[in-house]
């Protein structure tokens, strides 16, 4: 995949600064050479912290303390882009970013504000790299190891930081944790393109049709032996419904199984299937005994009427005793108003005054005459008609003789039930059959659905038909095959470019060993890995031949999701001599190559990158953070020297730090 760095950009938290611009150039080795503590070890957690890390692992204190944003430009096929994200303070990393995106990226904002996030650029960068959206779980796991490849899987291939560059036991970026190592094993042979899209897609489906015919064949097979039993038991089937009745019994020849199952669709098929009550199928007493049912379900129908009646006719009975005795009530209180007329003579006077009471007297009239009126109509009280005692005894003699006509149904029932056992089962045989009839329906259900021409046969037919083909296109496909061609062509071009470098090895063949995550060097006795051999010239010369390689076969696919770039962090560390502890208040010393050999071995890498990125026509870029002064990687062909950070000049401008303090 074209996409390579064009320009890093820090935007200062002092906002009277304008931002910090790092141009390099796109299809060349740049060189940023610099002494210690300048900010060199800093670009590659820059980079990888704006392409959308989980962690922002930006070198704390100076950096972090005076940058408020951190920018990278890229350069695509499809344009430029430029994605930035804010120095997290306090926490780990923030999700928070900022994306510009135009053919070319003239002018950059002095200050940002998040425009986007960083799972919405993790899509971007993920489309721009084409990656497939299938998992490797075959839809059954959609994180972990087998989840689908994504953009941040590939900084395996693109950076070399300095801690694995000359690392015996690491070969790839942040593969010294368990995850980010199986996740790569894992979707090795798809970056290496022996598992294309659209082989995975192949297997991905040839794994869902497996399952699903696995599951059908079960299916199949449950019901073709259900479907075995009821075969087995369709004459004792054929026989129930003659003794139902439902199907004829003066047939004389056995019927066919054909014609047994023909008969027996005609009973389900029937809308109006009952038991035909023949001579044939009962006797005399289980005729007589629907004729005494019917008789008792209408004599049961009459009773509960005439006692339903006689209770309301009671209720009325009991409410006009209630109401009498009510009124009897009242009229024994109401005597008073004749007692009070005849205990008055006329002359009574007042008991505290000896005055007359004559005025007393017409009212005491008008209470008198109201008192009477009063008793006149309690006593004209409810009486219930002589009719209505008439009717009351009507009804109970109808109740008791429509008791004793009950009893006397019920007395017959009871006998015939005991004289004839078949009049009992007859009480049953509707309910009977009309489940024999469900019974049956989907036992013909299941048998037609069995049949040649049934749907499931037919279901699991063109399930193995599909999944044949799958299978046929994926092993034709062959990954494995494709993989170790992949990997001998990979190794190849690794066992090309270690005799250019300082390997005390550089003719004995070399192979990356995708389980292991590491080289294996192949000698006449005996093969080594990586860890089993010494000196940091040797696994320096390794890293470099491998992440090249790897790098020269990405290019040469027709496709590749590997970003066109690769950053390598002081590759001549293995040559300093070790550093002297300093006391208190010395600066520290610029690391010194003491021997001629040194230099010749480091230039030694510097030729072998100028060599691959000018034999990639433009396809890759490298980016070297390296003590190594001009003179040593100078005068390379395809290798430019950007800014050397000596003598003050860093990548954090000084003036931006002391204006913080």
Known sequence: MYFQIKEIILWPKNQSFKPRRLPF?????????????????????????????????????????????????????????????????????????????????????????????????RAVL???????NLDF??????SGFDARPGFRDLSAFIFQPQNVIANPDVLFYKTNTYEHREKLIKIFPYILGAITPELLAKQYELKRLQTELKRKEREMKNAQEFSAQWLAELRAKVSEAREFGLLSSDQAAEPSREEMIQQLRGLV???????????????????????????????????????????????????????????????????????????????EGCPVCGGHLEASADKLEKLNRSLVAIEEEAGGA??????????????????????????????????????????????????????????????????????????????????????????????????????????????????????????????????????????KVTGNDRSDYLSEIGSGS????????????????????????????????????????????LRENEESEEPQFKKDEDIAAVRKVFNVLGSVVGTAKGKLQVIVLDHAPRDVWGGIDNVVGLEEWRDGLKLVPVEWVESLK
């Open 382 to 519: 409810f009486e219930i008609p002589p009719a209505f005692d008439r009717e009351m005894q009507r009804v109970s003699a109808e109740i008791t003789g429509t008791t004793e006509k009950l009893r006397a149904v019920q007395i017959r029932t009871r006998a015939l039930t005991q004289r004839s056992a078949d009049a009992q089962k007859k009480k049953y045989q509707t309910k009977m059959v009309e489940r024999f009839i469900g019974r049956l329906e989907n036992a013909l259900q299941l048998q037609q659905k069995l049949a040649g021409d049934g749907e499931l046969i037919a279901e699991v037919e063109q399930l193995r038909e599909r999944v044949q083909q799958l299978d046929t296109e994926v092993r034709h496909g062959n990954p494995e095959a494709r993989k170790r061609q992949a990997l001998d062509h990979l190794n190849a071009n690794a066992a090309r470019l270690l005799p250019y470098l300082d390997s005390e090895r550089p003719n004995d063949p070399v192979s990356l060993e995708i389980k292991d995550l590491t080289v």
């Open 126 to 132: 993920d489309e721009l790299a084409g990656l497939t």
């Open 137 to 142: 779980g075959g839809g059954e796991s959609q």
């Open 269 to 347: 098929d029937a809308t109006d299937v009952t038991i035909a009550v023949t001579e044939s199928t009962i006797s005399g007493a289980m005729r007589e005994l629907q004729e005494l049912e019917s008789e008792e379900s209408l004599v049961s129908n009459e009773l509960s009427v005439l006692r339903k009646r006689l209770g309301e006719m009671n209720r009325i009975r009991k409410g006009a005793s209630n109401y009498h005795h009510g009124m009897q009530i009242q009229r024994e209180r109401l005597q008073v108003s004749s007692w009070l007329t005849v205990q008055r003579s006329g002359d």
């Open 25 to 121: 150039e796109t299809g060349k080795v740049n060189i940023i050479s610099g002494a210690s503590r300048t900010g060199k070890s800093a670009v590659i957690p820059i980079i990888d912290y704006c392409l959308g890390s989980s962690k922002c692992l930006i070198p704390v204190n100076t950096i972090r303390t005076a940058c408020a944003w951190f920018g990278v430009i890229v350069q695509t096929a499809a344009g430029e882009k430029l994605f930035a994200r804010p120095e997290p303070g306090e926490q780990r990393s923030t999700d928070e970013m900022y994306i510009q995106e135009a053919l070319t990226i003239k002018e950059i904002p002095e200050s940002l504000s998040k425009n986007t996030n960083r799972n919405h650029v």
């Open 538 to 581: 040797n696994w320096l010369s390794y890293h470099v031949a491998m992440i090249l390689a790897l790098h020269q076969f990405f290019i040469s696919l027709r496709h590749s999701p590997v970003p066109g770039f690769v950053v390598i962090d002081q590759p001549s560390q293995v040559y300093f001599p070790k550093k002297v502890v």
